[in-house]
């Protein structure tokens, strides 16, 4: 389609960029932890030993009440047509799509204060994170599971519990088991909500890698830390790709419209009455109070707190005002998303064109997105400090970093439009007199285009809420929003509480909106 | 005045034309007719040159356009299934040819109301081609490879998709509009009848030869 050499020059810059800011630094943590005896040390330290015990148990308990919570709401989604459905499906993806910093400083602002550094305040925020992952995931499978299925055991003397259980269950499980792997691994390398709501006394791996290394400063324990996590995630991921592998039976699937029938007895409106309840207070409540706290003062409501973004915070040390923070963040997005867009652009184009070493670079991209953000910055961290690249120092790390987290989601957006261009469009241009760079302008760009505008949303939300690696690379004085948020949850005083709170809610509209923004671009889709 | 001579092309080393010879004079419309899978399309990939033979000459009034790519052929094709730009309306369709050709614009804009005046649907300049029928995007495809008057006009079935009435129907137009026209085509079909009716004249290419028994 083009020529190798140039499908080589699209992918020369996303690789290098690959190896130098991810392969590396993974590769200076395995070292690290490999050496010197760390690791052996880290697995027989009984500290650390509890806190990779605790990590395990809590992403476990994390994941079964998601399941649990989330599938009526899955079923309730997909099995029922109702007005507005389109919307809730998108309202319910929100609180998978914020920062984890926003969802720890609702989950502070709700939970009494009793609560806040307890294992249930933890596992309740995973939930409130999670829950849209199960519902898409399992409700994309059961919108498209035919009903007559059902019916059919039902014929043959199956109660209806039982036809659910020998029949609907049986199938959804590939579906329910991918889901529960993301959920797994996004609680099991969950930091910032881990950061905020545990507190002290409930420290993740995450955690603990952030702590050795900002604290201790215990370098190789964290180095071997980290690559406990790589292993254990790279289990998940190979066992999810199993599951994924056997998902792909076969299965008669049919058109969502057919199998989604409006509510009819009442028993039925009751279910779907109960679950959306359920879904307006559990992941409405958290943010709505967050909103409310934002306003709130000691001596009433009033928007001090708002006000008070402009000034510095209160405290021993000096603070930057929280409006310097929105500027930071603002300007490592911005050259977060052109980085990620370049370079997935390029990558999209390479892999699409490319008859060779395509799925090379794409799987070398996703790996990112399948490490913890946490293990990115401290990787950067451990190796951008000397030449021949020394960037501790620079501005770009941030940005540099975030890209590595954003390019994956900008090479998903823009591949399967290139691979769903009919080769035989492009000869119809040619024929009508097009040379090969005008096809490619007339003919790929324009459909490129709009993909990678969806990409650059998806790469400035995921850039404006990073927290994990952030927390690694920042330096003091110019702290991104996220960064700035914990730093005030941290210090005592109302004032510095309220800002917190305020600013969380400036990066929840701004996460949510450019994601509904992203979901109606696409509208036009089938709602799962 | 288009020659094909000994044009031949193998897929994993089975032949799907072996040596085929096509002559069509200038103002000539031939009908190209053989069962499926006789390598009729890959003739009309090979004219257009969208396809190098393995072996065999394209000549156009007795130049061999084998160094000539397929955008400066000036040879339109119309696809079996069409291959509009699904991100462009109709008149971007029509147009995209005069566009790039280099016209100003509003010659473009008053050509390609011309061409859909001439294919019978008027003011569907802004139409999205997703919303159109069948047969109306059949016409936009033969206006969009009409628009930049192509030496030669190449049709792959062009009615293969249509059901029976309209098919009949556009059988007739078609032929009016290549009389009026003078048009130079090659039109590839299964049809006997379609055949006969729309072209000059009929060639028939044979269906590959049974395969030995292995």
Known sequence: MIPRWAAAALAAPPAVFLAVFFLWPLTAIIARGLSAGALADALTDPG????????????ALSTMLTVLVALPGAYALSRFRFRGRAIVVALVTVPFVLPTVVVGAAFLALLPDRWHGTVTAILLAHVFFNYAVVVRTVGAMWAHLDPRLEEAARVLGASRWRAVREVTLPLLAPAVLAAASIVFLFSFTSFGVVLLLGGPRHPTI???????????LDLPGAAALALLQLVTMGLVLAWW???????????????????????????QRLFLGANLAFMACFLGLPLLRLVER??????????????ALGREGAGTSRVVPPVEAIMTSLQFSLAAVVIAVVLGGCAACAIAYAQRGGRLLDTGLMLPLGTSAVTIGFGLLITMNRPPVDLRASWWIVPIAHALVATPFVVRAALPVLRSIDPRLREAAALLGAPPGRVWREV????????LLVGAGFAFAVSFGEFGATAFLARAGTPTVPIAISQLLGRPGAVNVGQAHALSVILMVVTAAVMLAIEGFRSGRETF | ???????????????????????????????????????????????????????????????????????????????????????????????????????????????TSELL???????????????????????????????????????????????????????????????RLGITAVHVTHDREEAAAIGDRVVVLPGRPPRPPA
């Open chain 1, 48 to 59: 650390l030993r509890r806190v990779a015990w605790f990590t395990l148990w809590q992403a």
């Open chain 1, 206 to 216: 995450e955690v603990e890698i952030y702590r050795l290394t900002a604290q201790a």
């Open chain 1, 241 to 267: 790709g199993r599951g994924q592998a056997r998902r792909a039976q076969a299965l008669r699937l049919q058109p969502a419209a057919l199998a989604a029938q409006p509510p009819r007895t009442t028993g």
């Open chain 1, 294 to 307: 934002s306003l709130w003062t000691p001596s009433g409501y009033s928007l001090d707190s708002w006000r």
């Open chain 1, 444 to 451: 790929d760009l324009p459909l490129l285009g709009r993909a």
């Open chain 2, 1 to 111: 005045m288009l020659v094909v001579e000994g044009a031949r092309v193998a897929f994993d080393g089975v032949a799907v034309l072996d040596g085929v010879d096509l002559c069509v004079a200038t103002g000539e419309v031939v009908g190209v007719l053989g069962p499926s899978g006789c390598g009729k399309s890959t003739l009309l990939r090979v004219v257009a040159g969208l396809h190098v033979p393995d072996a065999g000459r394209v000549l156009w009034d007795g130049e061999d356009l084998a160094g000539t790519p397929p955008h400066q052929r000036r040879f339109g094709l119309v696809f079996q299934d069409y291959q509009l730009f699904p991100h462009r309306d109709v008149a971007g369709n029509v147009g995209f040819g005069l566009r790039m050709l280099g016209l100003p614009k509003p010659e473009v804009r008053s050509r």
């Open chain 2, 117 to 179: 005046e001439l294919v019978g649907l008027p003011g569907y300049e802004h139409r999205r081609v997703g919303t159109l029928s069948g047969g109306e995007q059949q016409r936009v495809a033969l206006a969009r490879s009409l628009a930049p008057e192509p030496r030669l006009l190449l049709l792959d079935e062009p009615l293969g998709a249509l059901d029976r009435d309209l098919h009949d129907r556009l059988v007739v137009e078609l032929r009016e509009l290549f009389e």
